[in-house]
């Protein structure tokens, strides 16, 4: 497997850990519905991704399987989540989803990363529009978990 394929592989499996991670936390969570449907539709954005990078991969020799885009299997994952999730304590529990959030996002960003400068140096534009397409909403998943980190940290963390 050369390098590119090795980095859609590694980016498939981190968008589909990160789709689970942020539809268990959306689950443990759902009392505080913006957290909740914030991190639905933020699955939705990785289930996508998921779906692009399938179908990109297919030219590189890799069978990924394709993912149904209709978001259903998303709102399915969210129910059979809820079978296996505890509920989180709205203090430290949140802020570690989130904690764990941000850092899988940060890892897959940085594959984005390298994928994107792989494209370039190939002049690959399929692998370019797939980057440009995709990389923005990895880095708006981080910035969602740290603007939720820097405003909840403090309240979750010095009340009694």
């Known amino acids: 497997m050369n390098g590119v394929a090795h980095t859609l ?3 498939y499996d981190g968008e589909q850990a990160l789709e689970r991670q942020l539809a268990a936390t959306a689950e443990r969570h759902r009392g505080d519905h913006e957290i909740h449907h914030a991190a639905i539709d933020l699955a939705r954005w990785s289930h996508d991704h998921r779906a692009r990078l399938a179908r990109t ?8 399987p394709v993912p149904l885009v209709d978001g259903k299997p998303v709102r399915r994952l969210v129910r059979d989540t809820a079978a296996r999730t505890r509920r989180a304590e709205p203090g430290p529990g949140l802020l570690d989803d989130l904690l764990e959030l941000h850092l899988a996002a940060t890892r897959t960003s940085l594959h984005w ?8 140096a190939a002049r690959d534009e399929r692998l370019l529009e797939l980057v440009i397409t995709c990389r923005p909403r990895t880095l708006r998943q981080i910035q969602w978990t740290r603007t939720l980190l820097k405003e909840l940290s403090p309240q979750l963390l010095t009340r009694d």
């Open 9 to 11: 592989r590694a980016l």
């Open 57 to 64: 991969g297919r030219l590189y020799g890799l069978d990924l």
């Open 113 to 120: 990363e390298m994928l994107a400068q792989a494209a370039q």
